[in-house]
């Protein structure tokens, strides 16, 4: 077992661990510790399964959809850490950037455990923009990434949007060949100010 993360949610500290079988990632879990005076009560806020669990059991995960509102706070924190360690950025700038705009947060949780995300927001009337989006590394291959690409696409249809717009790098070849897949199309490229070159996609619904 290893600690991965620790962070703080009101008088809880949280602690984000991984359970390792034979060099491989078996389930990862979170244990909150009561920060009051003359307390200590450990918690486990993620269902740990057992170490012998059959590797080949179907896996059930939950996807939470969030609508122009932020979800509750250990929640959100989580998928903050998701997207630091997958992105290397601090991801404090998340919601200042949503707050003022129509947005929507996807998320992928299993057993408490958020184990994937999918953000965007409206940048123009009709027009949808798929911002982040990200899976952990140990739970990649399973559809997860398709399947918040799908909820966001029905969200966006159910909700009067046309088209959802993203933009890619050419590094990032998982997420562009995602994005053709699901329909979208490329429509040209620019220099990010970075002098990075990006690749503009967009998809009408």
């Known amino acids: 077992m290893s600690e991965t993360k620790q962070f703080e949610v009101g008088a809880f ?51 939470q959809e969030y609508a122009h509102v932020f979800p509750e706070s250990q929640t959100y924190q989580a998928m903050c850490w998701l997207h630091e360690n997958i992105f290397q950025q601090d991801a404090s700038f998340l919601k200042q950037e949503l707050s003022s705009r129509p947005f929507l947060i996807l998320i992928a949780v299993d057993y408490d455990n958020v184990v994937g995300y999918k953000i965007g ?11 982040f989006g990200g899976v952990d590394p140990t739970y990649r291959g399973r559809g997860i990434a398709s399947e918040l690409m799908r909820r966001q696409h029905l969200w966006c249809r159910q909700n009067g949007y046309q088209t959802v717009r993203t933009y890619t790098k050419n590094k990032w ?33």
């Open 13 to 63: 500290r949280l602690h984000r661990f991984r359970f390792e079988k034979d060099n491989k990632t078996v389930f990862p879990c979170t244990i909150a510790s009561h920060q009051g005076p003359g307390k200590r009560c450990d918690v486990i806020t993620g269902f740990i399964r057992s170490l012998w669990l059959d590797e080949t059991e179907e896996q059930i995960l939950e996807y």
């Open 121 to 131: 927001y409206q940048d123009r009337p009709r027009r949808f923009y798929s911002w």
């Open 173 to 205: 070849r998982d997420m562009l060949i995602l994005n053709l897949r699901h329909g979208f199309d490329v429509i040209g490229t620019y220099t990010d100010s970075q002098g990075e070159p990006k690749i503009i996609l967009e998809k009408r619904l």
